[in-house]
């Protein structure tokens, strides 16, 4: 019998940590109080959404009790002390295991904290478990289901650390994009998505896929929520080359509200999109023009139109290479030494990569420098680009986590992008993925938040 859908505005009713922290203040609230009620709903879901792969419970509620304390005394860590928070299960954890999604790494326990998880630790940031990821971030599928329909995907690979938002049973997670990992499964479930200029967030201590598509990202019931987690991860240093996050604070950016968007479609719209999503997508830009916004697309730019015919070519052949090289390792050795436990997906990129030269990868290198210029120059004139964060709602079954169509680009280009709830089509969520300038995070979200504050 098919699961009962909720409406997409279902987000409205999820735990919101940044609503809470006034009663926590005030002794109205307490930390190990809002941990309860949360793991009250995990413990009603889980059995279905099977969104976690590791718990630590005993241990959350040792923690909660410690930041209970610390705000009666007055003294909170940080803005996350005593949020809870998942951890996709990629990220090193001292006391937990971080198996990959992988039989390979069954049982496997880390000696270290990842850099985003000592971050958290130091904040007084609450880690009930590890959340289910696809195998090494990149694999097909795994058991996770959706919380607004068990039939279908959560999205992936951030898989679990969406559902468990998206169910309820938390606040916040810690999601990785290599390709559309995390966008992806935040449009399917009906939360904010949020990936940030790539460098910005450290990812040591995060298995790698791609060390210059990776990125580090939150997933939140809110905005608020997502800005204030993004903004504390950024003590832990990103990349040295890249900058920091820009206007980190606890609180949103004041909101203001975008004058010229452009729409991005590329070869994938007529392709994939189905007539309620493109109309669902049009009324959102109809409201956005009557509010004032100028929304253009490649049919009066010419610039826009020359930059969406090349980037269908630019995935296919730079993209996926560029994965491919620096997968090399260590995948090259997980395929040799654990064979048929290494996703097929895996041993042909091996397959790839082996067959490049370092010319090959320069080239390709080259060929994304320069289209990072090209955007750059053109985004200029817009403040963000608008497309979908995925070609429609979740899709049925669970035997693959839905098309990265729209989602490459952004990360190819290394460009911060937000998946916000804006839409849904038959009842199920849609997001809205608003795509910013190169380090320019703190700007998209402040014109993010205009577009929440608009619905």
């Not at 995060?206 to 580090?216: E, G, K, Q, Y």
């Not at 040295?240 to 452009?262: E, F």
């Not at 009066?300 to 290479?321: I, K, S, V, W």
């Not at 397959?351 to 490049?356: D, E, G």
């Amino acid at each position: 019998m098919k699961a009962a859908r909720k409406d997409s505005s279902v987000a409205a009713s999820l735990p919101s940590f940044s609503a809470a922290l006034p009663r926590f203040r005030s002794g109205r609230d307490t930390p190990r109080a809002f941990l309860e009620r949360c793991i009250d709903t995990l413990t009603a879901r889980e059995p279905k959404v099977r969104a976690f792969k590791t718990l630590a419970l005993d241990a959350a509620r040792a923690a909660a009790d410690a930041s209970t304390e610390r705000y009666r005394r007055g003294e909170p860590l940080s803005p996350v002390d005593g949020c809870p928070i998942g951890i996709k299960d990629i990220m090193d954890t001292r006391d937990m295991p971080t198996q990959m999604g992988s039989p390979a790494f069954a049982g496997w326990q880390p000696s270290y904290d990842a850099a985003c998880v000592q971050a958290l630790r130091d904040g007084g940031a609450i880690l009930p478990g590890k959340t289910v990821t696809t195998a090494f971030a990149c694999g097909m599928s795994n058991e996770t289901t959706n919380p607004l329909d068990e039939q279908r995907t959560p999205g992936g690979s951030s898989s679990g650390s969406a559902a468990a938002v998206g169910a309820g049973m938390l606040p916040a997670a810690l999601g990785t994009q290599t390709q559309g990992s995390l966008l992806r499964p935040a449009s399917f479930c009906g939360i904010v998505g949020f990936k940030p200029t790539w460098g910005t967030l450290s990812m040591q201590g995060v298995h790698p896929i791609s060390a210059t598509h990776d990125h580090l990202g939150v997933l939140a019931s809110t905005l608020e929520d997502t800005w204030r987690i993004a903004s504390h991860l950024a003590v832990a240093q990103g990349h040295p080359a890249c900058p920091p996050l820009q206007r980190a604070s606890p609180g949103l950016p004041r909101a203001v509200a975008p004058k010229r968007l452009l729409w991005l479609r590329t070869e994938a719209w007529p392709r994939e999109v189905d007539a309620a999503t493109a109309s669902a997508f049009d009324a959102l830009m109809q409201r956005f023009a009557a509010a004032g916004v100028d929304v253009q697309d490649a049919s009066g730019n010419a610039a826009a139109a020359a930059l969406e015919a090349c980037l269908t070519p630019a995935f296919a052949d730079r993209c996926l290479g560029i994965t491919a090289y620096e997968m090399r390792w260590p995948y090259r050795q997980y395929v040799e030494r654990h064979g048929a436990l290494i996703e097929k997906r895996v041993h042909d990129r091996m397959v790839q990569a082996f067959s490049m030269t370092p010319a090959d990868y320069a080239d390709r290198l080259a060929g994304r420098a320069a289209m990072q210029r090209r955007v750059a120059a053109l985004m200029r004139g817009f403040d963000g680009i608008v497309t979908l964060s995925a070609s429609g709602p979740a899709p049925l079954g669970l035997s693959a986590t839905g098309s990265r169509s729209f989602l490459v680009y952004a990360t190819f280009l290394g460009l911060p992008a937000f998946s916000l709830p804006l839409m849904q089509v038959d009842g199920l969520p849609v997001g809205l993925q608003f795509i910013g300038r190169h380090g320019r995070d703190g700007d998209l979200c402040a014109r993010a938040r205009w577009m929440m504050q608009s619905r």
